[in-house]
């Protein structure tokens, strides 16, 4: 849904759906042909029959059913950026903990010493 929704955002849903007209509206649905959730825009609703396309995509989906819906997006918050954030932290606190492990095992004298002695 991106640019209107991007990845890793927080969804508010609605999961109670009522028999209005879904057309123009945000859902997320999970279809049968597909295992995950996926959010996109109702284009056409047509007696309980949805075609739904991403904002960003050419083409739209499969037909899927009322049924399949999992709730309406009512709002929405972006925490992409702080998800990246948190990633890069831990990969840096990780690769800073495995240092802090093997330094003395990496630059340990006796290792070099049995290297000096094993080039003779």
Not at 67 to 90: A, H, K, P, Q, R
Not at 92 to 109: D, N
Request: hydrophobic residues 40%; contains cysteine; charged residues 20%.
């Amino acid at each position: 849904m991106e640019p209107t929704i991007y990845s890793w955002s927080l969804l508010v849903l609605n999961k109670q759906i009522t028999g209005e007209n879904l057309t123009g509206e945000i859902i997320a649905f999970k279809p049968a042909w597909s295992g995950e959730a996926i959010v996109h825009r109702v284009i056409i609703d047509h007696n309980g029959t949805l075609i739904t396309r991403g904002d960003n995509n050419n083409y739209p989906d499969d037909p899927i059913y009322r049924e399949d819906i999992e709730g309406i997006v009512t709002n929405y918050y972006s925490f992409g950026w702080i998800l990246l954030v948190e990633l890069f932290v831990s990969i840096f606190s990780t690769i800073c903990v495995f240092f802090v492990l093997f330094w003395e095992r990496i630059h340990s004298p006796t290792i070099r010493i049995n290297y000096e002695e094993k080039q003779k």
